[in-house]
Nanobody
Framework: VQLQASGGGLVQAGGSLGLSCVAS????????MGWYRQPPGKQRELVAR????????????DYADSVKGRFTISRDNAKNAVYLQMNSLAPEDTAVYYC???????????????WGKGTQVTVSS
């Protein structure tokens, strides 16, 4: 199983960026998916996460206080993808952003945590 993230880059403060992450490989189910970030010299922290939901109900979401109202996480279960739309970016959002997913290999096993390679987001002032 691999998580491939894309969409990072350089943006001016106040701008927007979108991140995408696609899970590939063989697995039974994608459970919760999310985005974490690691600012320079700091520990990795949760940015946002989204549960799997159902065919009719979108998964519940959770956000770090620092990004509420600015970032939106979403997922497309048919594409095994999770997205992060980041608006009103500020220099303090500069970090390496990591995709994360809890993945079950069979209906009889608990999920295992997987990480994608990080993608750099740099916000200039």
């Amino acid at each position: 199983v691999q998580l491939q993230a894309s969409g990072g880059g350089l943006v001016q403060a106040g701008g927007s960026l979108g991140l995408s992450c696609v899970a590939s490989g063989s697995f039974f189910r994608l459970n919760a998916m999310g985005w974490y970030r690691q600012p320079p010299g700091k520990q990795r922290e949760l940015v946002a996460r989204i549960d799997s939901g159902t065919m009719l109900i979108r998964g519940s979401t959770d956000y770090a206080d620092s990004v509420k109202g600015r970032f939106t996480i979403s997922r497309d279960n048919a594409k095994n993808a999770v997205y992060l739309q980041m608006n009103s970016l500020a220099p303090e959002d500069t970090a390496v952003y990591y995709c994360n997913a809890d993945i079950s290999q069979s209906p009889y096993h608990y999920g295992v945590n997987y990480w994608g390679k990080g993608t750099q987001v740099t916000v200039s002032s």
